[in-house]
């Protein structure tokens, strides 16, 4: 992997480390990828471990106003659910087909750049 590569991708992993919204299986996964190059392991292997994880958790647009109506109103309150609804009906109405959040945008990121674009 060339080095600009490399460093966006480890940018992209501090952002999912960083990001509330990442799910567990998400931070675990960009913490291997960190622990793996921090051991020496091969940047490419390491790299398609992380993505190959990344590619199965696409938060459409549909789950996350599911998500807004449902488990937020417990999880987050019933104001920040609102708001987290009124924002995912906004970008669906915008044409968004997955959710924009910081860990999910990181990752269609990085998938992109690693050539795996989110259809």
């Known amino acids: 992997m060339d080095k600009e590569l490399f460093e966006y991708t480890a940018q992209r992993v501090e952002e999912l480390l960083a990001a509330p919204s990442s799910?567990?299986?998400?931070?675990?996964?960009?913490?291997?990828?960190?622990?793996?190059?921090?051991a020496g392991a091969d940047e490419d292997l390491a790299t398609k471990v992380l993505l190959d994880?990344?590619?199965r958790h696409h938060t459409t647009i549909d789950e996350l106003i599911g998500f807004a109506e449902g488990p937020a109103k417990t999880l987050l309150g019933e104001?920040?659910?609102?708001?987290m609804l009124a924002h995912a009906l906004e970008i669906k109405a915008n044409g968004a087909k997955y959710c924009d959040c910081?860990?999910?945008?990181?990752s269609h990121e990085l998938l992109s750049k690693h050539g795996r674009p989110v259809a």
């Open 23 to 38: 799910s567990q299986e998400t931070r675990e996964a960009a913490q291997g990828w960190k622990d793996a190059i921090a």
């Open 79 to 83: 104001e920040a659910a609102a708001g």
């Open 102 to 106: 910081p860990a999910c945008t990181a």
């Open 53 to 55: 994880i990344l590619d």
